[in-house]
Nanobody, 118 residues
Framework: LQLVESGGGLVQPGGSLRLSCAHSGTITSMNVMAWHRQAPEKAREMVAVITSSDTANYGESVRGRFTISRDNANGTVYLIMNNLKPEDTGVYYC?????????????WGQGTQVTVSS
């Protein structure tokens, strides 16, 4: 199974971007998809997470500016980022996790760069 991210790029402060992450392969219907990010010389942090029943949660620094959503039919999770700030700069990673026959399974995408700068 692969996770393919797209939508990163360079944007000015106050601008918006939409990230997408699509997974290939078959997974269990109960799963969690998330976006994490890693800024230079900082630890990776959770940005937003959404369950297969559409319950979402956000990191404190992005709450109210970012929105996570998913399209289960197409196996895709989205992250709409509004009012971007320079501190949002980093590599954004898609994450998928679920249990398969009692085994915990976790996948990561390759990452997409988001740069917020004037």
């Amino acid at each position: 199974l692969q996770l393919v991210e797209s939508g990163g790029g360079l944007v000015q402060p106050g601008g918006s971007l939409r990230l997408s992450c699509a997974h290939s392969g078959t997974i269990t219907s109960m799963n969690v998809m998330a976006w994490h990010r890693q800024a230079p010389e900082k630890a990776r942090e959770m940005v937003a997470v959404i369950t297969s029943s559409d319950t979402a949660n956000y990191g404190e620094s992005v709450r109210g500016r970012f929105t996570i959503s998913r399209d289960n039919a197409n196996g895709t999770v989205y992250l709409i980022m509004n009012n971007l700030k320079p501190e949002d700069t980093g590599v954004y990673y898609c994450n998928l996790r679920y249990y398969n026959n009692g085994q915990y399974v976790e996948h990561w995408g390759q990452g997409t760069q988001v740069t917020v700068s004037s």
